[in-house]
């Protein structure tokens, strides 16, 4: 899984029949700041994920890709490759604490 | 899932053959520009994705890769790890609409 | 999938034994030059394909990833996780040929 | 898989049911240094796992991604794509010991 | 599948434990210099690979990633993403034979 700031959300109206309902949020992949290691940072890349937990905008979540995806009630057929398993409410690296704040 | 651009087509006579008549798309995947983050921008990569929906080129699409590209009707049993499962009519991304008109 | 040419093979006699009687052929990754739009450039990265459909030296071929490499007749039970699907007669970007010639 | 550091943890309340109670380490896979060929360096990306066998941070451990993750009696149903499936005591490479003593 | 070069081993005591006595090489992916394109080179990256086959240190092998990796008799149900598949014996490219020479 990979640590990712919802910043955003997808509309498609043609698309697979199955697909039909499910929120799809724009996500950013973070990772730590090499130098300093006490914040996390945008690593610029762009996906999309479904949500079915609920999170929103500057919410940071948890995103398990492939297969996988699959695994949770709300996704078992669906033709989806990246899902929000989680709201991330602390991140903790070298004992100190990582702000995951929405700002 | 990753926003991509339809940009052209590839045709292959010999091939696998459960691939007969199925529509190969030439995408590709688009990230958010990191400086204004007001616009979408390619990330210079070129895949092949079967489409069953009816997109065409110049369409902002989502793709599904890996084996989740096979959970649509059309696609169950076909040897294909990209798919397009719909169409982006809307992007929304830090509260600003992206544009992604066919142009 | 992605868009390969293939530019040589491999022989391996010490293997898995399910592997025995299949041609695996060297395959490089190509994309659209960036610049100017009208030609597929190397990748330079160098990844090994089973071939199932006869594709020879300097073929442009469609390569296939992951678990869907196995959902081929020859390759149903195989430990292989990439596949040649087609060989690529036309491709066309931006509404204009762009030369798969073998060369 | 990869060799990782265990450099963190995350927290999460809101999350697919399923998940409850699994411990999500943050880690960051490392390779060899390239020149002197004789340590481990990180490759400065953040991931973050599941652990079902008792590692703690600074521990190097081993990773495997993909549907994989699932195949460990406590991970079968989730919703994952990496889990730690040992802990790494010694690595050998080019005949010498290379450290992974926690520090 | 990739070419890699096994450079080493490792060794983990505390493990999943379907994973007892499997051995676990140190691998490196190669791929074709791309200047004269007569040799390979490694990647710079560092991968783990469970090896059922025999391979030792120095041999050049080919990696199977991914749910295939388990597609192999000695493998079926381990929590794996990468197996050695076969030990390379030759690689020609470009109509050149490329060394895989044990040095």
């Known amino acids: 899984m990979f640590i990712a700031k919802v910043t955003g959300s997808v509309v498609a109206t043609q698309k697979v029949g199955s697909m039909t309902g499910h929120k799809l949020l724009v996500v950013e992949?973070?990772?730590l700041e090499p130098d300093q290691r006490q914040s996390l940072v945008t690593t610029g890349r762009t996906f999309i994920a479904?949500?079915?937990?609920?999170?929103?905008?500057?919410?940071?979540?948890?995103?398990?890709q492939g297969s996988s995806a699959r695994l949770t009630p709300e996704t078992k057929t669906l033709p989806i490759d990246a899902?929000?398993?989680?709201?991330?409410?602390?991140?903790h690296i070298d004992d100190r604490e990582v702000s995951v704040d929405r700002d």
């Open 50 to 64: 479904v949500d079915t937990i609920g999170a929103g905008e500057n919410d940071f979540v948890l995103i398990t």
């Open 29 to 31: 992949p973070y990772r």
């Open 83 to 91: 899902v929000i398993i989680g709201i991330v409410d602390k991140v």
